[in-house]
């Protein structure tokens, strides 16, 4: 079973920054193009962000462009987001998934091949 590992999640205040990681658990990352999901309390699950295998591609939701930022090494087979002027409606349980298709990660489906259990963001004063 593919597993993925988020952290980097907290509390931070309206304007500031944090940056996200995730790691997965028994295989390589560089074989799979990798998204960061996000769900808020009451609200349905949507893309964040995501990243073709060799990191030529990547997509970004219009309420993220120009602040969160998605990155991946290969080598530290280990994936990021790096948010910044974050806004108290960015709060929500942050996910990564992963997949052998960029287009299913980009449509966000629920049968991707790798899930991570989620690492929650605050954004609060």
């Known amino acids: 079973q593919l597993r993925l590992v988020e952290s980097g999640g907290g509390l931070v205040q309206p304007g500031g920054s944090l940056r996200l990681s995730c790691t997965p658990t028994g295989f390589a990352l560089n074989y799979y193009a990798l998204g960061w999901f996000r769900q808020a309390p009451g609200k349905e699950r949507e893309g964040v962000s995501c990243i073709s295998r060799n990191g030529a591609d990547t997509f970004y939701a219009d309420s993220v462009k120009g602040r969160f930022t998605i990155t991946r090494d290969n080598a530290k087979n280990t994936v990021y987001l790096q948010m910044s002027s974050l806004k108290p409606e960015d709060t929500a349980v942050y996910y990564c998934?992963?997949?052998?298709?960029?287009?299913?990660?980009?449509?966000?489906?629920?049968?991707?091949?790798?899930w991570g259990q989620g690492t929650l963001v605050t954004v609060s004063s």
């Open positions: 998934a992963a997949d052998s298709n960029y287009r299913a990660v980009v449509a966000g489906i629920d049968a991707l091949d790798a």
